[in-house]
């Protein structure tokens, strides 16, 4: 765009000179022109990440934002970052819906000289200088910290030598925040000889597949279900559904079926603060300023991070586990609070 936009700086000037202002010029000719792929509306921590990157990269700030919704197919945000490159755009950011697939694009994009900023989940490249910065949630860890919780919160209870059966509810297949989910569910339950897994099934992380994936697990294991974790609340609202539909109970109780959750979105929390979600383990959307920052700290010509984490926390519907700690690091799980969900920005 920006042959375009220093073209239409020129008219500008003519006529604001001819007016007798530059108010006009100046914002034209700082607009710095992004073009977002965005992965689709599937939930409510996705809605909340558009909103983040609309009202960061608003006109008012000094940029003109080009959104695409590639609706959760991958072939829709190859087309739309094509399009990027054709519209010149100054910088081009990623929220990649799998981690594969993308080499082919970002070459194009790194031949037009046009920087690429990941956010959210991750690419797999070869070559790492396809993409300038990335920024995202520790996937893995999060969920580390989800079954250090239910290992720490089952010995509490006394149930630590029970025969536990758990069922995983995925994401997105080959989503970074699948793999890392997945991981972190996966490595807890080999490390322990009395969990099994009972199923574990892509709920593409919307409600109305993970209430359709819990459905027809419920029909074949009901009865045998302690545990289910879902890869995100969505999920959770879709799971929770079901459940209760089908007879059965949710909580942390015995005899309960214990779910679990990520994203801490607002409607998120307030199902843990009710109960229904024992444990929800934060994800934060708000990458908007972040990535803004990488943007200007381009534009002054400064160093950026090639990949930085965002801090998170998570939280329990009650204080049965305040802590949990991996790889020598304590990570505090807060007991939810009202006050808490309504100090959240989603
Ligand atoms: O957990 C889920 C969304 O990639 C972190 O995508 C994101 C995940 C988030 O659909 O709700």
């Not at 009202?55 to 991958?74: M, P, R, V, W």
Request: proline share 1%.
């Amino acid at each position: 765009m920006k042959k375009k936009i220093m073209a239409a700086v020129m008219t500008a000037a003519m006529v604001a000179g001819l007016a007798g202002s530059t108010a006009s010029v100046y914002a034209a000719e700082d607009t710095i022109t992004v073009g977002f792929s965005q992965v689709g509306a599937e939930s409510d921590w996705r809605t909340a990440n558009t909103e983040s990157m609309k009202s960061t990269f608003s006109e008012e700030n000094g940029y003109e934002l080009i959104f695409d919704d590639a609706q959760q197919k991958q072939e829709n945000q190859l087309t739309a970052i094509r399009n990027f490159i054709q519209q010149e755009v100054d910088y081009i950011v990623l929220a990649p819906v799998t981690e594969t697939g993308w080499d082919t694009v970002l070459q194009e994009a790194k031949d037009a000289g046009i920087p690429v900023i990941i956010v959210d989940r991750m690419v797999d490249v070869s070559d790492d200088s396809l993409y300038t910065a990335w920024v995202g949630s520790n996937f893995k860890l999060e969920g580390q910290k989800a079954m250090a919780w239910l290992d720490a919160y089952l010995e509490a209870k006394g149930r630590g030598d029970e025969e536990i059966n758990l069922v995983d509810i995925q994401g997105t297949i080959g989503a970074s925040a699948q793999i890392g989910r997945t991981e972190g569910f996966d490595e807890a339950v080999e490390a322990h000889e009395n969990w099994t897994t009972l199923a574990q099934q892509s709920g593409e992380f919307t409600q109305a597949k993970g209430q359709e994936v819990m459905e027809s697990i419920l029909k074949q294991s009901g009865d045998d279900i302690d545990v289910v974790y879902c890869e995100n609340d969505n999920e959770a609202f879709g799971a929770i559904d079901a459940i209760e539909a089908a007879g059965y109970e949710v909580g942390g109780e015995e005899g309960q079926i214990l779910v679990m959750s990520f994203d801490t979105t607002n409607a998120g929390l307030t199902e843990t603060l009710a109960g229904k979600i024992t444990l929800n383990t934060e994800c934060n959307p708000l990458h908007g300023p972040r990535v803004e920052e990488i943007i200007q700290k381009l534009e002054a010509g400064e160093e950026v991070e090639k990949q930085a984490y965002v801090d998170e926390v998570a939280f329990a519907s009650d204080d049965t586990v305040t802590s949990v700690t991996i790889e020598d690091q304590d990570y505090e799980i807060t007991p939810i609070t009202q006050e808490i969900i309504d100090g959240r920005a989603y």
